[in-house]
């Protein structure tokens, strides 16, 4: 079982990154701050799924991050949260 939560978690981190890219190359065509701010919150799940993952494949015990990727997930609810309502 430990594989495939390894590997949904890699899979996770390299969509974040797709997704991240497409945001980048979105805000490159429209020159739209929320765009900018959607790619921000996109590359912020990379980063949680790049940590992740490297616990998850050395010998790092998840509890002792808990508290960051929590604060990442913060990080990225309120960059969607000023995304959608950025006029």
Do not use: C, H, P
């Amino acid at each position: 079982m430990a594989l495939l939560e390894n590997l949904i978690a890699a899979w996770v981190t390299v969509f974040a990154a797709l997704l991240t890219a497409v945001a980048v190359l979105a805000y490159r065509r429209s020159r739209n701050a929320k765009v900018l701010v959607v790619a921000a919150a996109f590359a912020l799940f990379f980063v949680k799924g790049l940590v992740v993952t490297v616990a998850l494949f050395t010998t790092t015990q998840l509890d002792s991050i808990w508290l960051y990727m929590g604060a990442l997930d913060t990080l990225v609810l309120l960059a969607f949260y000023f995304a959608a309502l950025k006029s």
